[in-house]
C-alpha cells in the first residue's frame, strides 16, 4: 500500500484543512476492504448499465465506463493496482483510478448513488458468493460423513452418555449424527441467503435519489432477488452479516464439539481411530508423539467466529439511523469468520474420509461399562416385570458384576437366575452387543438396518 497520491478528497469543496495524516490513517478502510473488487466493479458496471438504460448518461459513456472498470479489475487481478489509504476505501480507490483512466466520463459514474448504498451492496454480493461456496464444501463434508457411516455402518462402538458408557451404538449412526447437525448449518446457510439477497442499490445516502433510476434492473443485472424496500434500513442495518455469523458459530460450535471426540478417540486411552499423519504435527521434544494439531486448532478457531458474531451485535446496538461510520467495523469479522469457516469445512472435508478406525478397540470399550444392562431390564420388562423393578434387578446384577470384575454376559444362567427367576437361556442374545444395538429398530434409531436407511435418506437429501 503506497502513498502516491496527493489527496485530492471527494468532499474537498466544504473543506479548508487538509486530513489529519493519522486520521487519514485511523478512518481508512482500504487495508481490508480492498478485498471487495470484484464486487464493488460489478456493482458499478450495473450501475452505470442502468444509468444508460434510463438515459441519465448515454451508452458510450456506459460503456467507457464498463471497460475502464474492467481494466482496473484486470490491474488490480495483475497485482498491479496502486491502493491508496489517501483515498481511505475500496470505493474511492477505483472511482479515483477510473477517472484518472477514462476521465470526465468516470465522473458521472456516482449520479444517483453514495458510498453508503455501494458498500452494502458491495457486502452482500460478497456474502452471497462466499455462502455458495462455503455450502459446497459443507456437502463435501456431509457427504464424507454418509460415506464413512455406509462403511462402518455395522461398526460397534460404545455410546456415551456423561462420558460413561451408556449402550452399543453403531460408529455409522454416530457419523451420521454429525451429519444431520451440518445438514440444518446448510439449511441455516441457505435461509440466511435469501436475506442476504436483498439490493441496497438505489438507496442512494439514505433517501433515495432525485434521479429517476430502474431499480429492478440493477437489481436483474446483479442477480439480487428484488431491491431493499426501504432506504434507510437499506444502507444502515447489518443484520444480514450477524445472521451469518451467527450460522457460522453454530458450524463452528458443531466442528468444535466433533474435533473433541476426535481428539479423545485418537489418544492412547480410547484408541478408536487413527487420524492419518498428514493431518498431524509431532512433537519437537518427544519422539513418540502424533499430536491432533488440526482438530485442536478447528476447536481452538471456533471461539474466534462466535467472538466476531459478539463484536457485531455491539456493533450495531445503539446505532441511530441511517448509515454511520461505525459499520466500516463490521468487514474484519465477518471476513475473518468465512475465512476461518472456510478453511475448517475444508480440512474437515479432506480429513474425516481417512479417518482409520479401530474395530477391536472400540467393540471392547463397548464390552465394559456394562452397556447391555438396559437391554436386560427390558427383557425382563417382556417377561411381565414392571420397569421399575427390572432396574432393580439388573441394578444388582451390575453390583456382583463389578465386584467379581463380570460383565453381564460373562455371568452363567445360574448367576444371573439369582437375580430373577425370569431369566432363562434366551437372555444372552439380549446381552450381546449386536442383539442390543439390533434391538434398536426403529426410525431414528441405531439398528444396522436402520442405519442403511439413514444413509439412503441422507443421499437422497444430499443430491436433492
Ligand atoms: N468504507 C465505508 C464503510 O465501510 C464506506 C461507506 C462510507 N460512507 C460514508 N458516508 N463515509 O462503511
Same mark, same amino acid.
Given at each position: 500500500m503506497t502513498?502516491?497520491?496527493?489527496?485530492?478528497?471527494?468532499?474537498?469543496?466544504?473543506?479548508? =484543512?487538509?486530513? !489529519?495524516?493519522?486520521?487519514?490513517?485511523?478512518?481508512?478502510?482500504?487495508?481490508? #476492504?480492498?478485498?471487495?473488487?470484484?464486487? !464493488?466493479?460489478? %456493482?458499478?458496471?450495473a450501475h452505470a448499465r442502468m444509468l444508460a438504460h434510463v438515459g441519465i448518461i448515454s451508452a458510450d459513456e456506459a460503456g467507457t465506463i464498463s471497460a475502464g472498470l474492467e481494466d482496473i479489475q484486470a490491474e488490480i487481478e495483475r497485482g498491479e493496482f496502486d491502493w491508496s489509504v489517501a483515498l481511505e476505501d475500496i470505493h474511492m480507490n477505483i472511482e479515483a483510478r477510473l477517472i484518472e483512466r477514462v476521465g470526465e466520463t468516470g465522473k458521472k459514474l456516482h449520479t444517483g448513488r453514495s458510498r453508503n448504498d455501494q458498500v452494502a451492496t458491495d457486502l452482500r454480493l460478497y456474502l452471497r458468493d462466499e455462502i455458495d461456496a462455503l455450502c459446497t464444501v459443507l456437502h463435501r463434508l456431509q457427504t464424507a460423513l454418509v460415506d464413512v457411516a455406509e462403511r462402518e455402518a455395522d461398526t460397534i462402538m460404545p455410546g456415551f452418555t456423561h462420558l460413561q458408557v451408556a449402550m452399543p451404538i453403531s460408529f455409522g449412526h454416530h457419523m451420521l449424527a454429525w451429519e444431520a447437525m451440518l445438514a440444518r448449518d446448510h439449511e441455516r446457510l441457505l435461509d440466511c441467503r435469501k436475506r442476504v439477497n436483498v439490493m441496497p442499490l438505489g438507496a442512494a445516502a439514505l433517501a433515495g435519489t432525485s434521479f429517476p433510476i430502474d431499480r429492478a434492473?440493477?437489481?436483474?443485472? $446483479?442477480?439480487?432477488?428484488?431491491?431493499?424496500?426501504?432506504? $434507510?434500513?437499506a444502507v444502515s442495518d447489518r443484520d444480514f452479516v450477524i445472521e451469518f455469523c451467527a450460522a457460522a458459530s453454530l458450524i463452528m460450535m458443531h466442528l468444535s464439539r466433533f474435533s473433541e471426540e476426535l481428539i479423545l478417540w485418537s489418544s492412547a486411552q480410547f484408541n478408536f481411530i487413527e487420524l492419518p499423519d498428514r493431518f498431524c504435527t509431532g512433537s519437537s521434544i518427544m519422539p513418540q508423539k502424533k499430536n491432533p494439531d488440526v482438530p485442536e486448532l478447528v476447536r481452538g478457531k471456533s471461539g474466534r467466529v462466535t467472538g466476531h458474531l459478539i463484536s457485531l451485535l455491539m456493533l450495531m446496538k445503539g446505532q441511530p439511523l441511517a448509515y454511520n461510520k461505525d459499520n466500516q467495523e463490521d468487514k474484519e469479522p465477518l471476513f475473518d469468520s468465512v475465512d476461518t469457516l472456510a478453511g475448517s469445512l475444508r480440512v474437515f472435508a479432506d480429513m474425516v474420509p481417512a479417518i482409520e478406525v479401530n474395530h477391536t478397540a472400540m467393540a471392547a470399550a463397548a464390552q465394559q461399562g456394562f452397556s447391555t444392562a438396559t437391554d436386560l431390564a427390558d427383557y425382563l420388562v417382556r417377561k411381565g416385570i414392571?420397569?421399575? #423393578?427390572?432396574? =432393580?434387578?439388573? %441394578?444388582?446384577?451390575?453390583?456382583? %458384576?463389578?465386584?467379581?470384575?463380570? !460383565? $453381564?454376559? =460373562?455371568?452363567?444362567?445360574?448367576?444371573?437366575?439369582?437375580?430373577?427367576?425370569?431369566?432363562?437361556?434366551?437372555?444372552? =442374545?439380549?446381552?450381546? $452387543?449386536? %442383539?442390543?444395538?439390533?434391538?434398536?429398530?426403529?426410525?431414528?434409531g441405531t439398528a444396522p438396518a436402520q442405519v442403511t436407511a439413514a444413509i439412503a435418506a441422507a443421499r437422497q437429501r444430499l443430491t436433492r
Open positions: 502513498d502516491s497520491k496527493p489527496a485530492a478528497k471527494p468532499w474537498g469543496g466544504r473543506f479548508t =484543512e487538509s486530513t !489529519d495524516a493519522f486520521v487519514e490513517e485511523f478512518t481508512a478502510s482500504i487495508r481490508f #476492504d480492498h478485498r471487495l473488487y470484484r464486487q !464493488d466493479i460489478a %456493482g458499478s458496471i434492473y440493477s437489481a436483474q443485472l $446483479l442477480g439480487f432477488d428484488a431491491p431493499a424496500g426501504n432506504s $434507510l434500513d414392571a420397569f421399575r #423393578d427390572a432396574h =432393580e434387578i439388573v %441394578g444388582r446384577a451390575v453390583r456382583f %458384576g463389578i465386584d467379581e470384575g463380570k !460383565d $453381564l454376559s =460373562e455371568m452363567t444362567l445360574e448367576q444371573l437366575q439369582t437375580f430373577s427367576g425370569s431369566i432363562e437361556a434366551d437372555v444372552f =442374545e439380549v446381552l450381546s $452387543l449386536t %442383539g442390543s444395538m439390533a434391538a434398536r429398530n426403529h426410525a431414528g
